[in-house]
């Protein structure tokens, strides 16, 4: 409760965010924070990747973590969720066919950096994205195609587990700790 004040600032940013977009009838300022969202992703994304890589980070082990600028996975992860949605609105959005393609690959950096960041609540929130995504738009297959892909690679996971790759993801005493707490 000591942080109510901070919640009350957020949803007063996030509401005046939405009063300044829907000012435009025109639909180019909407597009123009789209684009901005779009380069700082690539940005995050870009400086996230290279230093993973460069600290010795690979997809075999979870030794090194992808991180945001001065801080950690935990929030590289909260950014790649909130930007992650915008970023894949931008993919359809936009009309000329550069811009579309610089979205998509800007999209799959910030999966891979998602990826890479291990951080398993951020993976679950971008399943929750995606089959609210889904349910509340009126395209069941989406959210069902969202399930599919989910249990597909939680499966290949496990398999991956089984010949040594992230055995410490697929371990249940990480579930009975959490539930012990």
Known sequence: ??????????????????????????????????VAVVIATAVLCSYSLLDFWERGGSWKDRLVLARAPLSDNNWLSTYLVIAIPLVASMVVILRAWWQRFTSGVVLVMALVAQVFAYNRAGWLALVTQ???????????????????????????????SQFGYHRSTTKTVNIVVRLAV
């Open 130 to 160: 995606g089959v609210a995504f889904g349910l509340c738009t009126g395209r069941r297959r989406f959210a069902l195609w969202v399930l599919g892909v989910c249990m597909a690679i939680g499966l290949g996971r496990v398999l991956a």
């Open 1 to 34: 409760f000591a942080e109510w004040r901070k919640l009350v600032a957020r949803v007063l940013v996030f509401y005046w965010a939405l009063l300044v977009l829907r000012v435009r009838s025109d639909g180019s300022l909407k597009r123009g924070v789209g």
